[in-house]
């Protein structure tokens, strides 16, 4: 793999690490909905719903991280160990925000099925 495309798949998830990282600090949305209905949606979400999902970002963004340095670095299989607990942490992170995400989309009515 050449130094630009390593440089390009490392520079994706810091993008969106950071994206989340500035979700999850101001509490606001960073664009609009797909459709009139989401735009109305988004516009009476709370800020914690945007700060739960900046959380949820990032550990997307964070977990693509630690999996293209497992992939790439070329360590030793005792030398793993360190990056395999943090892969668990991060999915166990994901499995938690994702749910927190969804208690609060469900609670202010953000899914399509929801009445706006």
């Not at 101001?26 to 989401?38: H, Y």
């Not at 109305?40 to 959380?55: M, S």
Request: zero cysteines; glycine letters at 10%; charged letters at 15%.
């Amino acid at each position: 793999m050449s130094r630009a495309q390593l440089l390009f798949l490392v520079a994706i998830p810091v993008l969106v690490v950071l994206l989340g990282a500035w979700t999850l600090v101001t509490g606001r949305s960073i664009g609009r909905g797909l459709t009139r209905g989401d735009s109305l949606r988004l516009q009476r979400a709370p800020a914690i719903y945007f700060r739960a999902v900046g959380a949820w970002v990032i550990t997307i963004g964070l977990f693509a991280m630690v999996l293209l340095i497992g992939a790439q670095t070329g360590l030793p299989s005792w030398g793993r160990g360190p990056l395999e607990i943090l892969e668990a942490l991060l999915i166990v992170a994901f499995i938690f925000t994702t749910g927190w995400v969804y208690r609060l989309a469900n609670r202010y009515n953000m899914f399509r099925w929801n009445k706006p």
